[in-house]
């Protein structure tokens, strides 16, 4: 899964420190993510995908986030995980709300983007 991201994928992630003389962990989180297409503008969406953290819907949050756009998960994980989108969580592009879809929720976006809609992308 997710293939392309693999290869040096410590690189995306976050790394965790334990200090035993306090019983403390410390979280480092790199800032390098996989490079992203650079929008104008008027050309860069804001696009909700629901079900992100699936595995349909992380490979549409792969593709939608490297052309460029600002991609908001929504998703309740009861099947999903968030390791399945880590390596963008800290980009400025990328949001996950952890809610379930069957109640109300408000965000201004220009598409939406579900399990079911992905073959308008690919
Ligand atoms: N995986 C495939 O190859 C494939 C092929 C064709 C069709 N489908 C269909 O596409 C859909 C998604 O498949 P998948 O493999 O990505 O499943 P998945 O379980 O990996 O992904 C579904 C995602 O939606 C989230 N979710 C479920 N209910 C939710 C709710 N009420 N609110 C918020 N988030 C919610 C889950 O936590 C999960 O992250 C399914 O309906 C499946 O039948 C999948």
Redesign the pocket.
Known sequence: MHARFTQGLASYQSKSIFHPDSHTISYTTLSRFPPVKLLAASERKRILV??G?????SHLVDRLMLLGHEVTV???????SKTTISHWIGHPNFEIVR????EPFMIECDREGS?YCQSQVF
């Open positions: 629901t079900g953290a699936g595995f349909v819907g929504i998703d309740n994980f009861f099947t999903g809610h379930d879809v069957v399990q």
